[in-house]
């Protein structure tokens, strides 16, 4: 069955400092992949998304993610984290030929000043 | 645009109740799905549609019923209201009907507590 794994329920970071979020993915063939951002009391909006060619994708708000394919990773990166970045972030994976996201358990971000 | 719309944004049910959320685009979208997040579990698909007319099954379907008459609307109806229903639901849709595939826009949310 496919999973979606985010092994950090919650990270705090100072602001300005670098960020990265861990996410990894269980399927047998390469996934469709996307981040989301869930800020308190908001729905959902898409940061990126992966679904073949550059390894290295660029979203908005300054965020960029990587896919490893030999690691079935697909990390969140930013570096320099600003407080309005404080919300939940979540690792999502499609999967070929289906019609639903499987999501990761989300990772709160806290950012100090 | 409105996106997707969300009603009501809150709503507390006595266990048994009925109620129908509703979720309505108004971006000619073919597919809308429903999820509901809880916490520490992420989000989890209750219901899709990939057009008007039709709609399946997703992860977690029991004990709620969906239909799509229309493009536009996609309720989502608890038959008999339970504790475990308790969570905060969001509808979502994409301009494809290959959803899973394109940006899925998602509601505000409606959180419901079951009682």
Known sequence: AQSVTQPDIHITVSEGASLELRCNYSYGATPYLFWYVQSPGQGLQLLLKYFSGDTLVQGIKGFEAEFKRSQSSFNLRKPSVHWSDAAEYFCAVAVTGANNLFFGTGTRLTVIP | ?115
């Open chain 2, 1 to 115: 645009n409105a996106g997707v719309t969300q009603t009501p944004k809150f709503q507390v049910l006595k266990t048994g109740q009925s109620m129908t959320l509703q979720c309505a685009q108004d971006m000619n979208h073919e597919y809308m799905s429903w999820y509901r997040q809880d916490p520490g579990m992420g989000l989890r698909l209750i219901h899709y549609s990939v057009g008007a007319g039709i709609t399946d099954q997703g992860e977690v379907p029991n004990g709620y019923n969906v239909s799509r008459s229309t493009t536009e609307d996609f309720p989502l109806r608890l038959l008999s209201a339970a504790p475990s229903q308790t969570s905060v639901y969001f509808c979502a849709s994409s301009y494809s009907p290959s959803g899973s595939w394109n940006e899925q826009f998602f509601g505000p949310g409606t959180r419901l507590t079951v009682l």
